[in-house]
C-alpha cells in the first residue's frame, strides 16, 4: 500500500471517561486508504482506557505520556478545564 509522507502528520483522538474526557494527539502515517488513521486511533482508546482501568486518576493521567507516538494530550474534567502536558515539546 502505497504511503504519503508528511513532515508532521498527528492524529488527535478523544477518548470519553466516566468523569473525563481524554485528547490525544499522536505521530502516524497516513495510507492511501486512511485506514492508519483509523488503526492509530483505535490503538490509542484502547491504550486509555488500559491505563485508568488499571490506575487512579491522578496516576492515569500522569501515564498517558508513556503510550509510544504520543506528543500532547490534554485531560479535561466535567466543567470542561483540564491540563494538557507536551510530550514531544521541541
Known sequence: MEKI???CVE???RVA???????????TTLDADGGGVD??????R????????????FKGTRLLGTI???SAYEV?????DGIVVYVDWP
Request: proline fraction near 5%; aromatic fraction near 6%.
Open 5 to 7: 509522507s508528511y513532515p
Open 11 to 13: 492524529t488527535m483522538t
Open 17 to 27: 471517561l466516566r468523569d473525563a474526557v481524554v485528547r490525544v494527539w499522536s505521530k
Open 39 to 44: 488503526r492509530e486511533r483505535a490503538r490509542i
Open 46 to 57: 484502547k491504550a486509555v482506557h488500559a491505563i485508568y482501568k488499571k490506575n487512579d486518576d
Open 68 to 70: 509510544p507516538g504520543v
Open 76 to 80: 479535561l474534567g466535567a466543567d470542561g
